[in-house]
Every structure is written in structure tokens, then in C-alpha cells.
């Protein structure tokens, strides 16, 4: 299997679901807000990202506990459909809004440093 181009060891981990690698780095305190290269195009994202679109739900819950986040561009593109009722608590500290238009707590949007 092929994979997308990937710049961060982090980034590397998270792609394919290696949670051993994914806490090793983390106990290293890798930044985990730093976007990474992801795809054909190259285009910066999150790993929080990368693992929500790999459904790596335990994975996405680790880096938004050591403070990964969404770029803003991937907090107004994701779906709040895209998590699973486990993972509505992640949703909502993430930002991706409801239907309604806001987060179920009516906060604000979080976005990436």
C-alpha cells in the first residue's frame, strides 16, 4: 500500500496508526500543533486531522490531550457527522460546529497556533 507524503515523524506515525511510535513521540514532547505536509498537493494540516480522516479515534484523543488542534481550514470543512458518538467530546473541543451553526456548548471555534 501506498501512502501520501508525510514531513513529520509525528505526522509519519499518525498516518499509519502506530500508537507505540504515536506515544513514544509524545513522551519526547514533540510539538504537535506544528501542521504537516499531507497528500499529493502537499497541503499543511494537523495530525489531529490525519488521524481523524484514518478514523484513528484513540489516536486524535492523545494529540488533542498534549494540545493538538485543527487548522481553520479543516475546523470549517469537517462534518460533525465525520465523529463517531464516542468522540463527540473531541468534536466539540476541536470546534466543528453543529448544524446549527455553533458548538453544542456555544462556544468559540478553536484554531491552530
Known amino acids: 500500500r501506498r501512502f501520501p507524503r508525510v514531513d513529520s515523524p509525528l505526522g509519519a506515525a499518525v498516518m499509519v496508526g502506530w ?4 506515544d513514544a513521540l ?12 499531507f497528500g499529493k498537493a502537499a497541503a499543511l ?7 481523524i480522516c484514518h478514523s484513528f ?33 473531541l468534536r466539540e473541543k476541536l470546534g466543528v460546529i453543529s448544524e446549527e451553526g455553533e458548538t453544542e456548548e456555544g462556544g468559540q471555534i478553536l484554531t491552530a497556533n
Open 19 to 22: 500508537v507505540e511510535g504515536v
Open 26 to 37: 509524545l513522551d519526547r514532547e514533540v510539538d504537535v500543533c506544528i501542521p504537516a505536509a
Open 45 to 51: 494540516c494537523s495530525c489531529v486531522y490525519i488521524a
Open 57 to 89: 479515534w484513540g489516536i486524535v484523543r492523545k494529540l488533542v490531550e498534549k494540545g493538538g488542534r485543527l487548522t481553520p481550514d479543516k475546523v470549517e470543512n469537517l462534518h460533525p457527522d465525520r465523529f463517531p458518538p464516542e468522540a463527540a467530546d
